[in-house]
């Protein structure tokens, strides 16, 4: 699994995720200390702790650059 770290700090920002997450054909995850939601879930990803940078996990072989280009501006490089 490839992982990201993001930070949702808007409800737009949620709203582009979701929406740009519905339209991937792969199985994406997104968690928050021993929480996980499916990412394509509005009220998963509200029921996660977004005070904090939360992980997104993907499967290895995940390749979707048009997905990647609408969230890059959520990924968290620490």
Do not use: H, N
């Amino acid at each position: 699994m490839k992982t990201y770290k993001l930070l949702l700090k808007t409800i737009d920002d949620i709203k582009v995720f979701a929406a740009a997450a519905a339209g991937c054909e792969e199985e994406l995850d997104l968690s928050s200390g021993r929480y996980v939601v499916d990412a394509k879930s509005i009220m998963g990803i509200f029921s996660l702790d977004l005070s904090k940078p939360i992980t997104l996990s993907v499967p290895e072989s995940f390749s979707d650059e048009e997905f990647l280009s609408k969230i890059k501006k959520m990924i968290v490089t620490e």
